[in-house]
Nanobody, 120 residues
């Protein structure tokens, strides 16, 4: 069983910055793709950014140029640096990792989320 825990969310004024962190723990024998999603209550969860095990990144168009995803495999962590935030970025942010367990099975795992609120 693998557990992911996000942190770093909070209240920030428009134009400000936040850095989200996500740490994985448990029986992990490999981690491939890491990603961040976000969701507003009552709305569809949307993809924000992805980083592969080789370091290739992809971003949703509405965050490209403002957000940056990175990873630290030694610490089993993924980060999301968010700059020039605007109220439309307000959401619960979830990290996702593709994790390999002891039997060699890859599983997509999500954390419980961290709230990001951007005020005008």
């Amino acid at each position: 069983q693998v557990q992911l825990v996000e942190s770093g969310g909070g209240l920030v004024e428009a134009g400000g910055s936040l850095r989200l962190s996500c740490a994985a723990s448990g029986s992990i024998f490999g981690i491939n793709v890491m990603a961040w999603d976000r969701q507003v209550p009552g709305k569809q969860r949307e993809w924000v950014a992805t980083i592969t095990n080789s370091g290739s990144t992809n971003y949703a168009g509405y965050v490209k140029g403002r957000f940056s995803i990175s990873r630290d495999d030694a610490k089993k962590m993924v980060f999301l640096q968010m700059n020039n935030l605007n109220p439309e970025d307000t959401a619960v942010y979830y990290c996702q990792m593709m994790v390999r367990d002891e039997s060699g099975v890859w599983r997509a795992t999500w954390g419980q989320g961290t709230q990001v609120t951007v005020s005008s």
